[in-house]
């Protein structure tokens, strides 16, 4: 029997009503559209669903949708500001953080939320913070920097706000 | 070179803003209208007759709108190999008999994913079992049970390469030894599962498929021969794809029963496997015996060498049979062996088929010549480093009847990695060590298995009014980086920017063929074929600007940052833009394009050009638990020219990861043919945190068959990387292995024996 | 992909209470209590566990919370988050091993959502928080509608995920005594990959005595090695009373080993399991001695 979910996604407000066994990452591609969040590994083992909830990174494929349920969640989709991208987002292409894309949405939503809470992460603290994260294609370094980057940007974007 | 304006230089990639917004569609993301979901149901058994199946129960639920068996299918055979029809071998849905756990019986078509795997649970096989063979060197006993009945002995394929005269050149050598291998498997596990959806049109008996594919074109030759249409009626499109590493080469039951529950149902079908499929039904690495035998002089000169491999293929072809002739060439690679014999055997068992990963087949081999070499250099008392100096390629080598290496960097790739290990790596902690890994590997094959008579890779470039260009290939990025180095090439040939083309990838009615992305062909061939492409129109171009310039036919012109000029009076020339509406309205508005195409030819028996290269790895290991740190690594590699230093670095790190899954602990054990860990909680991929850093040294050098000299990169990388580590043990603690997956309780049992076996040089 | 494909009826009770009617209500076969569902959903998607009724209480959060008293010790609810352990500044101040031992729980995504509280009353007997719990020597606390009890930590886990929580139980509390001067512990666990499932854990807490020469009390605490995290008894007796050193140390390790019933799997033999329980007992003891000491 559904049941009411109402939460905000990427800022905007939804009501929908789904089955209690539908999963959060299920709602967001299939009922929001946002394909971004990708689907994986059935196991909870590589956080391409990683999305952020209530300001926390978590796995979408492990949570069930209700649970959602009065909360906030951002995905990739929510990241950039219309055509203008977040610096992580520009820190990873610059760096080739990424190459077949498949993990990346998942990635940059756990680089966002690491630097949201550490602006200025070692290596191995981003390490940390990245672990759960499968990718088959870049071996993990160039990503890293590519968060090094990102975070040199935004406190540069965030001196810059301060002088204003 | 920096004569170029855009090659070689760090760039971008084009797909660059779709990939980090979450905008790039992979097929696993698309939904079509009307579409339906398709399942899949697969034996339980290794091997087994199908004596009835009843699908009645599956067809009465509630939105199921097909069900298919063996007998609801156009029923042709088709497989990779399909020069040689015995060796296409693979059905859409099991006829007669199932081969291994896994192989597809059913398929349904139902209006949801969860409705169809219901009704695959409703479906009734009965099953006659039969005996099942699951090693390679049982299967090739006389009594062993026939995983296909044509094929004696369960030998699927078998190779034979030679030059001179092994027996005599062992005779004269002043050491030899003999080793054997047991290389084992690893599965590509790339992030997107295989997926696809078809959709056939009644009206025109066309269809379409978009799948998660490396080569849209075998996939193509795939689908015609399984549901005997012609191949021009099928069209296939290659969405974003999540990574293929050799698993998506061949045509996989996703794609074919998609098409069939189409056919049959009139609306587009979706096929998706889920992560226990991804691991247990499709394509991995061949397992294989190996024995290696050489003869030295006493000064470390290779003499003769003699290899012999048996493959564990699996039930089916798929690229198989390839792998087996390549573990047999890469072997050889990167020295000068005057004398040289192979013999491989591919044999049939009842597991899922073994094929081609990431390597195909050097990664495999090389674990098993690179780490005898250094075995050799440590019993003649040799420097690991100055036995590979000593026997390495250089340019112009030749294998007698089998390949030629053009251009060659492997003497200085040598020297800087002695020189660098020196300067980075005097000082080693306890329990260290440092171990060394040349490596070679081709770009592209000169193989026609796949029966084509069209060239290996095909461009298109229609230049418009304003100067924008589209682009067509229907070459593979699968993550790799091939978009962006097409557009480069494009740009680079016509002298403008990487923003004034759209490309136009991966589409078999739009795009001329091109085999695929497999064997690092991709940079060198399909960037051939769009050299060649825009070079007819920069040809073009220029005429118009020469002729507008009235000068002397000696003097050169260049295309070059937008500008068309006098190579030698560069003010005198004109904008780009300007000279291409010329061209087109003094020319009766005919169109400006160009049309380019490559196949090798006289290249030998393997590849048009070679990669080259050595690694050094340095590792830690602990005593007490086997467990090795991986602590870092070096690379020089010859990729000829590097067209995208950013794309190659992403390249080499990415195989890193995949050598040291296949060294450490990458492993997919099975039972009576039952894989027993097809999740990525049980197969462990290495993580951020056990990646080393990595140092890459470029050495350029140019190839005259590649586009600027370029060659293959990163392919290679993956398999001096378990070698390396394994080397780097033995110095560490003094223990060898004749396999790879060095998994913790392997490397204290060796540690533990050596212990055992007292201090002093322990050699077999 | 796989997703949930069993239907059930889904209650989100506001207060423990309204939760407590719930469970009591329905079979235990066919109920199911979910918090942060981080193994929980991974067995429904794999179809191990179809229950007709799911009881949400991630929302309460009445039981989320983290306490230091001073005489009492630390009191922290059941649906903390892993992650909110791992960065309380509490816990990393007074019970570091607490925090050190949630930093290697998988990843910061599963430790955002799943709770200590969920890990411990699934019952995995290779989970990481029992083995440090029980060298803690902590209480856990469960709650029914006919009032509370509590438990050794060591007596909580009885089997492959079974517990000694009745099916009318909450999990509610999870407390941890506050340190006996001199002590020192340490966990670790060993794994292939860093942060895996454990392939063994150690667990080691050590009471020196006022002179900080003598072990006046230990606790060995293992994982993944048994039917349910374990204490080594016979262990703990080698250093009970003794002067530690490290062949000491090796010693423990060695009857710990033996103490153990590890099984072979695809990770690893039963062989390797003990051999590593005494490396392992030796080493995370040798920490958690200095540690003692500097106490």
């Known amino acids: 029997m559904k049941k009411e979910l109402k939460f905000v996604a990427n800022g905007e407000p939804y009501d929908i009503w789904v089955e209690p066994n539908t999963l959060l990452v299920q709602v967001l591609r299939d009922e929001l559209g946002f394909k971004g969040t990708k689907w994986c590994c059935d196991s909870g083992s590589c956080c391409a669903c990683a999305v952020i909830l209530d300001g926390k990174v978590v796995k979408s494929c492990s949570i069930f949708a209700l649970q959602a349920n009065g909360k906030e969640v951002l995905t990739i989709e929510g990241l950039a500001n219309g055509t203008e991208l977040h610096p992580i987002q520009q820190a990873f292409i610059d760096n080739w953080a990424f190459q077949c894309g498949f993990c990346t949405s998942g990635q940059i939503m756990a680089a966002k939320a690491l630097l949201d809470e550490n602006p200025k992460p070692t290596r191995e603290e981003i390490q940390l913070a990245m672990d759960g994260h499968l990718c088959r294609c870049t071996g993990y370094n160039m990503i890293n920097e590519a968060i090094r980057d990102a975070a040199k940007r935004l406190q540069a974007q965030k001196s810059q706000e301060g002088a204003k | 070179m920096s004569e170029y304006s855009i090659i070689g230089k760090p760039t971008t990639n084009v797909d660059g803003v779709a990939k980090v917004t979450g905008e790039a569609v992979y097929t696993f993301d698309m939904t079509l209208p009307n579409m339906l979901y398709g399942k899949l149901l697969r034996s339980p058994h290794p091997h087994a007759r199908i004596v009835s199946i009843d699908t009645s129960e599956a067809e009465k639920l509630p939105g199921v709108k097909a069900v298919i068996t063996g007998k609801d299918t156009p029923g042709g055979k088709y497989g990779l190999w399909r020069r040689f029809r015995e060796l296409a071998d693979q059905e859409i849905l099991a006829t007669t008999k199932v081969r291994f756990i896994g192989d597809p019986v059913a398929a349904v078509a139902a209006i949801s994913e969860d409705i169809a795997e219901k009704a695959v649970d409703l479906i009734n096989v009965e099953y006659e079992l039969l005996p099942a063979v699951f090693e390679p060197l049982e299967a090739i006993k006389d009594d062993a049970p026939l995983v296909h009945d044509d094929f004696e002995n369960n030998i699927n394929a078998t190779r034979h390469i030679e030059w001179g005269n092994v027996d005599e050149a062992f005779k004269k050598a002043d050491y030899v030894r003999e080793d054997r291998f047991n290389l084992l498997t690893q599965h590509p596990a790339p992030m997107e599962v295989h997926s696809s959806i078809a959709s056939y049109d009644k009206g025109s008996g066309r269809l379409t498929v978009w799948s998660s594919t490396q080569s849209p074109y075998f996939l193509q030759l795939g689908l015609a021969d399984a549901l005997k249409m012609r191949e021009g009626n099928i069209r296939v499109i290659k969405p974003h794809v999540g990574g293929g590493f050799g698993g998506k080469n061949s045509t996989m039951p996703d794609s074919v029963n998609a098409a069939v529950l189409s056919m049959k149902t009139g609306r587009p079908v979706k096929i998706v496997f889920n992560r226990e499929e991804e691991f247990s039904t499709t394509e991995h690495r061949t397992p294989m015996h190996l024995s290696i035998k050489i003869g030295l002089k006493k000064d470390g000169t290779l003499l003769a060498k003699e290899v012999k491999i048996i493959t564990d293929g699996g039930a089916y072809t798929g690229l198989g049979a390839t792998t087996l002739y390549l573990a047999g060439t890469w072997i050889t690679f990167p020295y000068k062996t005057p004398n040289y014999r192979y013999d491989g055997f591919r044999t049939y068992t009842n597991k899922m088929w073994a094929s081609s990963v990431r390597g195909f087949g050097a990664v495999s081999a090389l674990y098993a010549s690179e780490t005898q070499i250094d075995r050799a250099a440590h019993d003649l008392g040799i420097d690991p480093i100055e036995i590979r100096r000593k026997n390495a390629m250089t340019p112009g080598y030749e294998a007698p009847g089998q390949y030629?290496?053009?251009?060659?960097?492997?003497?200085?790739?040598?020297?800087?990695?002695?020189?660098?290990?020196?300067?980075?790596?005097?000082?080693?902690?306890?329990?260290?060590?440092?171990?060394?890994?040349?490596?070679?590997?081709?770009?592209?094959?000169?193989?026609?298995?796949?029966?084509?008579?069209?060239?290996?890779?095909?461009?298109?470039?229609?230049?418009?009014?304003?100067?924008?260009?589209?682009?067509?290939?229907?070459?593979?990025?699968?993550?790799?980086?091939?978009?962006?180095?097409?557009?480069?090439?494009?740009?680079?040939?016509?002298?403008?920017?990487?923003?004034?083309?759209?490309?136009?990838?991966?589409?078999?009615?739009?795009?001329?063929?091109?085999?695929?992305?497999?064997?690092?062909?991709?940079?060198?061939?399909?960037?051939?074929?769009?050299?060649?492409?825009?070079?007819?129109?920069?040809?073009?171009?220029?005429?118009?600007?020469?002729?507008?310039?009235?000068?002397?036919?000696?003097?050169?012109?260049?295309?070059?940052?937008?500008?068309?000029?006098?190579?030698?009076?560069?003010?005198?020339?004109?904008?780009?833009?300007?000279?291409?509406?010329?061209?087109?309205?003094?020319?009766?508005?005919?169109?400006?394009?160009?049309?380019?195409?490559?196949?090798?030819?006289?290249?030998?028996?393997?590849?048009?050009?070679?990669?080259?290269?050595?690694?050094?790895?340095?590792?830690?290991?602990?005593?007490?638990?086997?467990?090795?740190?991986?602590?870092?690594?070096?690379?020089?590699?010859?990729?000829?020219?590097?067209?995208?230093?950013?794309?190659?670095?992403?390249?080499?790190?990415?195989?890193?990861?995949?050598?040291?899954?296949?060294?450490?602990?990458?492993?997919?054990?099975?039972?009576?043919g039952m894989i027993l860990n097809p999740s990525f909680v049980d197969y462990k991929l290495i993580r951020t945190r056990e990646m080393p850093q990595i140092e890459l040294f470029d050495v350029p050098t140019y190839d005259p068959e590649g586009p600027y000299g370029a060659k293959e990169s990163a392919e290679a990388t993956t398999a001096p990387t378990a070698p390396a580590l394994a080397n780097a043990i033995y110095n560490a603690v003094g223990v060898e292995f004749d396999s790879n997956v060095l998994r913790l309780e392997k490397v204290l049992k060796a540690i533990r024996e050596k212990e055992e076996k007292g201090k002093g040089k322990g050699r077999r | 992909m796989k997703s949930v494909v069993s239907d059930f009826e889904y209650f989100v009770p506001k207060t423990v209470e309204e939760a407590l009617k719930l469970l009591s209500q329905y079979e235990e076969e066919e109920c199911k209590v979910i918090a942060g569902g981080q193994s929980l959903i991974i067995l429904m998607k794999q179809r191990l566990l179809t229950p007709k009724y799911l009881i949400d209480i991630k929302g309460l959060s009445d039981l989320d919370y983290i306490k230091l008293d001073e005489k009492e010790g630390l009191k922290i609810g059941a649906l903390t988050t892993h992650r909110a352990i791992e960065k309380s500044p509490v816990i990393q101040k007074g019970f570091s091993v607490l925090s050190e031992m949630e930093q290697n729980v998988s990843s910061v995504e599963t430790r955002n959502w799943g709770t200590i509280g969920g890990n411990v009353a699934h019952g995995d007997p290779s989970g990481d928080p029992a083995?440090?719990?029980?060298?803690?020597?902590?209480?856990?606390?469960?709650?029914?509608?006919?009032?509370?009890?509590?438990?050794?930590?060591?007596?909580?886990?009885?089997?492959?995920?079974?517990?000694?929580?009745?099916?009318?139980?909450?999990?509610?509390?999870?407390?941890?005594?506050?340190?006996?001067?001199?002590?020192?512990?340490?966990?670790?666990?060993?794994?292939?990959?860093?942060?895996?499932?454990?392939?063994?854990?150690?667990?080691?807490?050590?009471?020196?005595?006022?002179?900080?020469?003598?072990?006046?009390?230990?606790?060995?605490?293992?994982?993944?090695?048994?039917?349910?995290?374990?204490?080594?008894?016979?262990?703990?007796?080698?250093?009970?009373?003794?002067?530690?050193?490290?062949?000491?140390?090796?010693?423990?390790?060695?009857?710990?080993?033996?103490?153990?019933?590890?099984?072979?799997?695809?990770?690893?033999?039963?062989?390797?399991?003990?051999?590593?329980?005494?490396?392992?007992?030796?080493?995370?003891?040798?920490?958690?001695?200095?540690?003692?000491?500097?106490?």
């Open chain 2, 404 to 672: 030629k290496v053009e251009s060659c960097g492997l003497l200085p790739c040598i020297d800087k990695i002695e020189q660098r290990v020196k300067e980075k790596w005097a000082r080693l902690d306890k329990d260290e060590g440092i171990g060394f890994a040349a490596f070679a590997y081709m770009s592209g094959g000169i193989f026609n298995w796949i029966d084509t008579p069209y060239a290996f890779s095909g461009a298109m470039v229609k230049v418009n009014i304003d100067g924008t260009v589209d682009l067509f290939t229907q070459a593979s990025d699968i993550g790799q980086g091939t978009n962006t180095v097409s557009v480069m090439i494009c740009a680079e040939e016509l002298g403008i920017g990487i923003d004034d083309i759209r490309l136009h990838p991966a589409d078999t009615a739009t795009t001329l063929a091109d085999l695929g992305a497999w064997g690092s062909r991709e940079t060198l061939m399909n960037g051939n074929a769009i050299k060649a492409a825009a070079d007819e129109v920069r040809d073009k171009l220029l005429d118009v600007a020469r002729m507008k310039l009235g000068e002397n036919i000696v003097y050169d012109l260049d295309a070059k940052d937008k500008r068309i000029y006098l190579a030698l009076r560069p003010e005198r020339g004109f904008s780009y833009y300007d000279i291409v509406k010329d061209a087109i309205k003094e020319n009766d508005g005919e169109p400006l394009v160009g049309i380019g195409h490559y196949t090798p030819h006289r290249k030998g028996m393997v590849s048009p050009a070679y990669a080259m290269g050595i690694m050094g790895v340095r590792a830690k290991v602990d005593r007490e638990t086997g467990q090795v740190e991986v602590k870092d690594v070096i690379v020089a590699h010859d990729c000829g020219q590097i067209i995208n230093p950013l794309g190659a670095r992403g390249q080499v790190e990415g195989s890193i990861q995949m050598g040291l899954g296949f060294g450490l602990c990458e492993d997919l054990p099975s039972e009576n």
């Open chain 3, 131 to 295: 083995p440090v719990l029980i060298a803690l020597n902590a209480k856990l606390k469960m709650t029914s509608l006919s009032g509370e009890r509590t438990l050794d930590a060591e007596d909580f886990t009885l089997d492959y995920f079974e517990t000694a929580l009745r099916h009318d139980e909450l999990l509610t509390e999870i407390q941890v005594p506050t340190l006996p001067p001199n002590t020192g512990v340490k966990f670790t666990k060993f794994s292939q990959i860093v942060g895996d499932y454990a392939i063994a854990s150690v667990g080691v807490l050590i009471t020196l005595d006022k002179n900080k020469e003598t072990c006046s009390d230990a606790r060995i605490a293992l994982g993944a090695v048994d039917i349910a995290p374990m204490r080594a008894k016979k262990a703990e007796d080698v250093l009970k009373g003794e002067k530690i050193s490290n062949d000491l140390l090796a010693e423990a390790g060695q009857v710990a080993s033996e103490e153990a019933s590890p099984t072979t799997d695809v990770e690893a033999s039963e062989e390797y399991k003990r051999d590593l329980v005494k490396v392992l007992v030796r080493r995370v003891g040798s920490e958690a001695l200095a540690r003692a000491k500097k106490a």
